[in-house]
């Protein structure tokens, strides 16, 4: 699922090697990120990149209507677009669960991206380990059964916002080191030094598998636009160690 | 797919099914191999094969789902997408202490798909959501 993503974050840089619209999906991708980091904004990003790619409709899955609907990178909210992109609404965990136990039951096209905002909210409702690895193995699930009904070469991409906490306890770490088992793409959110009215992140994308980090900051203005730049751009920014900045030391302890 | 078997195990059932379409049976040297990768689960999980215990639920939509009957008598769905059981084991040690890299369940599951001894259940696509309901209510 990296793929969306990185061409979200990418936007506006001309040449990105290998950068090609393929329709493999790849492994499902866990965005995490302190409160305010801009998760939804990113995810609502990918929804909108992914509408405009032709490949079908985009399902936000989501307890509550956004706000409002984030700038983009320049994108723009092409109406398009955004008739592509379904909300369902989900104001619990039980229908939550109803929802992904009941997916084939819903007539229409099949989504080729599921996206979920705010997985942390549902985990709390029913915190046990085995609430949380059913609900992370039926959205691996859901989205595989979408790749089924769009038929050979062609996948469903699933994408899953979880908030993290700056005081994470044991048995956050146990649940995050569950999740990373289903999910072994990640996109982490890391607050960076901010300007006035700014918010800056710093975004460190591992796609799984093989596939290299790749890292951006992005840019939240007084006005809630979004800027995005790649990180190895920045000029006389010092050297980084990345694995000591971007991964927070209990997560890199249980990363599996 | 996400939480994939290691290579090594992924081997050994790509030759297991080799054999199987070649000869129709297991060579012992294969099975020495699931003993010696799985232990006491492999003995386990061919039990649960020999006795037919795997069933594929599919329904009209192409959505599928597997059950297992334990030992005990107490059913457990797997899921056909993604390495999850509904069985305690699978929770506490593949999930929770990281011991083992499969429950007897899933096991047995991909020892069926190998030997094509899985029994097939076809129910409507509203049988199928009440099935991945009801494991929802027994945890809960």
Known sequence: ?256 | MAVALPAVVEELLSEMAAAVQESARIPDEHLLSLKFVFGSSAIQALDLVDRQSITLISSPSGRRVYQVLGSSGKTYICLASCHYCSCPAFAFSVLRKGESLLCKHLLAVYLSQVMRTCQQLCVSDKQLTDIFLMEKRQET
């Open chain 1, 1 to 256: 699922m990296a793929e969306t993503l990185r061409r979200v974050l990418s936007a506006g840089i001309a040449a990105w090697p290998g950068e090609e619209n393929t329709a493999e999906a790849g492994p499902p991708l866990l965005l995490l990120g302190a409160p305010g980091s801009g998760k939804t904004a990113l995810l609502f990003a990918a929804a909108l990149e992914a509408a405009g790619e032709g490949r079908g409709p985009v399902l936000f899955l989501t307890r509550r209507p956004l706000q409002s609907l984030p700038c983009g990178t320049g994108a723009t909210l092409d109406p398009m677009r955004l008739q592509k992109i379904r909300f369902q609404y989900s104001p619990s965990t039980r229908e939550l669960f109803r929802f992904l136990c009941s997916a084939h039951e819903t007539p229409g096209p099949a989504p080729s991206l599921l996206l979920l905002d705010g997985l942390e909210e549902y985990l709390a409702e029913d915190p046990g380990l085995e609430e949380s690895a059913y609900l992370a193995a039926l959205l691996l699930d859901t989205a595989a059964y979408f790749s089924h009904r769009l038929g050979p070469g062609r996948d469903c991409g699933l994408m899953v916002a979880l908030q993290t906490q700056e005081e994470a306890d044991s048995g956050d770490a146990l649940h995050l080191a569950l999740l990373q088992r289903y999910f072994p793409a990640q996109c982490w959110l890391q607050p960076d030094a901010s300007g006035p009215g700014e918010h800056r992140h710093r975004v460190c994308l591992e796609p799984g598998g093989l596939g290299p980090r790749t890292e951006w900051w992005v840019t939240f203005r007084p006005g809630g636009e979004m800027t995005i730049t790649p990180w190895h751009t920045q000029a006389g920014e010092p050297t980084l160690v990345c694995d000591t900045l971007s991964i927070p030391k209990e997560c890199k302890v249980l990363s599996l």
